[in-house]
Structure formats: C-alpha cells, structure tokens
C-alpha cells in the first residue's frame, strides 16, 4: 500500500490508499489508524474529495470507539452527518445514525440510542432502504432491553426476526435468536431462551460470529445453572471462557469467570471457585490499568493529532497566503502592461510591437478572469468533470467574442495614428497640374472640378 501511494498519480488517489491503509490497522493498531486516517482526512478536505472525506471521518470515529474515547467518536461521527445530511446521501446518513446511536448505547444514555435509531427508520422508511430496516429494529431492539422494557424489546425483535427469514439471510438470524433469547431470559421465560439460544447456535457457528456465539454460550450457562443443571452449565461456560481468551473478549472473560465461580460454589468446590475468582480478580486488574492507559494513550494520540492537525492548517495557510499573493500579482501586472501598451502607443515605435503589447494585455485580463471563476465553478459542481465542462464552454462563448471586439477597439484606438496617411494640400497639386498641362478641354474640365473644393 505504501508502495502504491509512493506512485499515485492523483491526490484523490493518494486519499484512497491512506483510507484502505488505515482500515488494515483497525483494532490490531488503532493509534496508526488514526495517524493515517487523519492524513487522509486533511488531504481530503484540501483538494476537496467528498468521498474520501467521508471515509476518513468514519475511520477517526471508529478508531476512537475502539480506543473507548467516546466523545471524540461521537465528535467526528457528527461532523460525518453534517456533511452527508449536506450533501443529501441517504444510505449515509441512516449508517451514521445508527451508529451514533450504537455509541450512546455503549455509553448507557438508552434515550439518545433510541432518538437516534427513530432518526434513522424515518429516513429508511421514506427512501425504501429494506438492507437498514434490520439494522435499525436490532438497535431498537437490544436498547430497550438494556432498558428493560422486555414487551417493546421482543416487538422489535420479532420485526428483526421476520425480516432475517425473509432475506433467508443467516447471520442476521443467529444474531436476533440470541437477542430474543436474551430478552426472555431477562422475563424469565427460561424454557423459550433456551431453545432460542439452541437455534440461534447453529447460524451463529456457521457465520463465525463469535462474540454473539460466546453471549449464546453464557445465556445458556446461566439457566442451567438457574435451573440446577451444574455440569451442563460448566460445559457451556467453559466454551464460553475459552472463545472470550480466544478473541481476547474482556468483558465476555468477566461474565464467563464469574459464572464458573458462581457455578463451582453451588457444586460446594471451594477451590475451583477460587481459582475462577482469582482469575476474575486479576483480570478485573488488568483491565483496570489497560483503561488507564487507554486513556493515558487517548491523550498522547489527540495532543500528537493537534499537533499535526495544527502543521497542516499551517501549511495550507502559507499555500493559500502565496497563491493569493500570486493572484495579487498578476492582478497588478494586468493594469501595468495596459499603461506600457499606452506609452508605446504615444512613442515612435513600429506598430506591429503596440499591437503585440495590446494582445497581450487582453490576453492576461480574460486568463485572469478564468482563474478567478475555476474556484467557484468547482465548487457549485463539486469536481463534476461534465458540469466543469459545460460551465467553462459557455464562459468561452461569452469571453472569445467580446475579447476580439476588446481587441479591435482598442488596437485600433492604440495605433490608428500609426496608421493615419499625411494630408497634402490638394488645390496645390491640381494647380501644378494644371500649369504643367495645355490648355484644352481637359483642363477646362479639370479646372470646373478643382472650383466646387
């Protein structure tokens, strides 16, 4: 990737390879993620690349969500909604909606996850966008069963549900049987978790989801142990322990330490319970200082971010305070090369050089005035190639011709005493003429001719 942005040939390019650069280092290394996303970022918005900012956007929000900075994720997911309710995306808008409201969630504020995802279904109601309709009923779904509002968190998991066998998409049926089975399981529905979590196993093993799958494996720990099943419930929360070592789940580790010593007390172990409570005792540690450092890292990465992000403004500062100085300039040389085409005018110099002066001159003023409209007309089409096109052919039309009018008026004025014949008197000549000539009829006739001037 570094090799290919070594030799990309456009910016939005180079912007593209930052952002899929970045997305390798998600969760393995989120302070690079976001060291590159936010170069993408400010590339982005210099040359004015829409997509590429989007992308850049979400990359800085996800980084920090990972990273467990929640309020500078919700920060730059904000910024993403601004931009995209702007430019009216509305697949974009519903996906970060739905994740602002992901973010609340996690963060325990269940009204703001709720206004959120509401936003969300309206737009994905009015635009037909049926891929988010079951995205947006799983948010509604697992928020009020946070909440513990079990009636409105089943309804909408029966909406998911539907919506899952419709599609007879699988992965999205293992994750709603293992959200309903939670739902139940919270009602005390003990039997209908149990077989929700069974048929909810099978489709969560085949798509390898497995933080879903090590929730399903707990749920079913926790009623067998409720229900006095003490083997059973050892089987299920050791699978449950060991998919949360595997994929380093730390708060899955928890509950899962917690059940085998809830589990190992019941069965009188005292030792195995210890064992499961130390375990608990010293990850609970762990996870303690891993989220001071977190924080400590949160600091060190948005300082070095402002940092960078303050270089840039600098540079594109003095980029913009040169171009402008540029522009200025020429501006000045505009009037300039009109006072010299003047002057020579008003000396002895052969008339091809005051025409050339001349062309020059309107050549610059109607250059100059491109220059100031290609900002404008970029930004109205927003990069369109078509539109630019289109623009700039009917600015032509109206420039070429009024530029050659300019252009003939003013030579003519600049030079038309260059070109001005010397009069000579004409009663002189035809007198001499006449005195040379003999008289007869002709000079009779040229005389009558020479009286009337």
Same mark, same amino acid.
């Given at each position: 990737?570094?090799?290919?942005?070594?030799? /990309?040939?456009?910016?939005?390019?180079?912007?593209?390879?930052?952002?899929?650069?970045?997305?390798?280092?998600?969760?393995?290394?989120?302070?690079?993620?976001?060291?590159?996303?936010?170069? %993408?970022?400010?590339?982005?918005?210099?040359?004015?690349?829409?997509?590429?900012?989007?992308? %850049?956007?979400?990359?800085?929000?996800?980084?920090?969500?990972?990273?467990?900075?929640?309020?500078?994720?919700?920060?730059?997911?904000?910024?993403?909604?601004?931009?995209?309710?702007?430019?009216?995306?509305?697949?974009?808008?519903?996906?970060?909606?739905?994740?602002?409201?992901?973010?609340?969630?996690?963060?325990?504020?269940?009204?703001?996850?709720?206004?959120?995802?509401?936003?969300? =279904? &309206?737009?994905?109601?009015?635009?037909?966008?049926?891929?988010?309709?079951?995205?947006?009923?799983?948010?509604?779904?697992?928020?009020?069963?946070?909440?513990?509002?079990?009636?409105?968190?089943?309804?909408?998991?029966?909406?998911?549900?539907?919506?899952?066998?419709?599609?007879?998409?699988?992965?999205?049926?293992?994750?709603?049987?293992?959200?309903?089975?939670?739902?139940?399981?919270?009602?005390?529905?003990?039997?209908?978790?149990?077989?929700?979590?069974?048929?909810?196993?099978?489709?969560?093993?085949?798509?390898?989801?497995?933080?879903?799958?090590?929730?399903?494996?707990?749920?079913? /720990?926790?009623?067998?142990?409720?229900?006095?099943?003490?083997?059973? %419930?050892?089987?299920?929360?050791?699978?449950?322990?060991?998919?949360? #070592?595997?994929?380093?789940?730390?708060?899955?580790?928890?509950?899962?330490?917690?059940?085998?010593?809830?589990?190992?007390?019941?069965?009188?172990? @005292?030792?195995?319970?210890?064992? =499961?409570?130390?375990?608990?005792?010293?990850?609970?540690?762990?996870? =303690?200082?891993?989220?001071?450092?977190?924080?400590?890292?949160?600091?060190?990465?948005?300082?070095?971010?402002?940092?960078?992000?303050? %270089?840039?403004?600098?540079?594109?500062?003095? /980029?913009?305070?040169?171009?402008?100085?540029?522009?200025?300039? &020429?501006?000045?040389?505009? +009037?300039?090369?009109?006072?010299?085409?003047?002057?020579?005018?008003?000396?002895?110099?052969?008339?091809?050089?005051?025409?050339?002066?001349?062309? #020059?001159?309107?050549?610059?003023?109607?250059?100059?005035?491109?220059?100031?409209?290609?900002?404008?007309?970029?930004?109205?089409?927003?990069?369109?190639?078509?539109?630019?096109?289109?623009?700039? #052919?009917?600015?032509?039309?109206?420039?070429? +011709?009024?530029?050659?009018?300019?252009?003939?008026?003013?030579?003519?004025?600049?030079?038309?005493?260059?070109?001005?014949?010397?009069?000579? @008197?004409?009663?002189?000549?035809?007198?001499?003429?006449?005195?040379?000539?003999?008289?007869?009829?002709?000079?009779?006739?040229?005389?009558?001719?020479?009286? +009337?001037?």
């Amino acid at each position: 990737m570094r090799r290919k942005y070594a030799t /990309a040939i456009t910016d939005s390019t180079r912007a593209d390879i930052l952002i899929e650069l970045a997305g390798l280092y998600h969760q393995d290394k989120p302070d690079s993620e976001l060291y590159i996303a936010q170069q %993408a970022l400010a590339l982005s918005r210099k040359i004015k690349y829409y997509s590429g900012e989007m992308s %850049a956007l979400k990359l800085m929000a996800e980084g920090y969500e990972f990273l467990g900075n929640y309020p500078l994720a919700l920060q730059y997911y904000l910024q993403r909604l601004k931009l995209e309710e702007k430019k009216n995306n509305p697949e974009r808008v519903v996906t970060t909606l739905l994740s602002i409201g992901n973010l609340y969630l996690l963060e325990g504020d269940y009204n703001l996850a709720i206004e959120y995802a509401q936003k969300a =279904y &309206v737009i994905i109601d009015k635009n037909k966008l049926e891929f988010y309709r079951w995205y947006s009923y799983m948010t509604f779904g697992d928020t009020y069963d946070k909440m513990n509002k079990i009636p409105e968190a089943l309804f909408y998991d029966k909406k998911a549900y539907d919506l899952a066998v419709e599609q007879k998409n699988q992965a999205w049926l293992g994750m709603v049987l293992n959200n309903t089975a939670n739902s139940y399981s919270r009602d005390k529905q003990y039997a209908v978790a149990l077989a929700d979590y069974h048929r909810a196993e099978p489709y969560l093993k085949a798509n390898h989801i497995e933080s879903f799958l090590c929730e399903s494996y707990q749920g079913i /720990a926790n009623i067998l142990l409720i229900k006095g099943n003490l083997d059973s %419930a050892t089987y299920y929360a050791k699978l449950s322990l060991n998919l949360a #070592v595997s994929r380093s789940f730390r708060e899955k580790y928890l509950r899962s330490c917690q059940l085998l010593t809830d589990i190992y007390k019941s069965h009188h172990l @005292p030792d195995s319970a210890l064992e =499961y409570q130390t375990k608990l005792l010293v990850m609970k540690d762990s996870i =303690y200082s891993r989220d001071k450092e977190r924080q400590v890292a949160n600091l060190t990465i948005s300082e070095e971010l402002r940092q960078r992000e303050r %270089a840039q403004e600098k540079l594109e500062e003095e /980029a913009e305070r040169s171009y402008k100085l540029n522009l200025l300039a &020429v501006g000045l040389l505009i +009037p300039f090369s009109f006072l010299i085409s003047l002057v020579l005018s008003k000396r002895k110099m052969h008339a091809k050089i005051i025409e050339f002066s001349g062309i #020059v001159s309107l050549l610059l003023l109607f250059e100059y005035l491109t220059i100031l409209l290609h900002p404008l007309v970029v930004s109205w089409t927003n990069h369109s190639p078509f539109l630019e096109i289109l623009i700039f #052919v009917a600015v032509a039309a109206v420039l070429t +011709p009024s530029h050659h009018r300019l252009e003939h008026w003013m030579l003519h004025k600049l030079t038309a005493h260059k070109h001005h014949a010397i009069a000579v @008197p004409a009663p002189t000549v035809i007198n001499e003429v006449i005195n040379d000539s003999p008289p007869d009829e002709g000079n009779d006739e040229i005389t009558e001719i020479v009286k +009337p001037a």
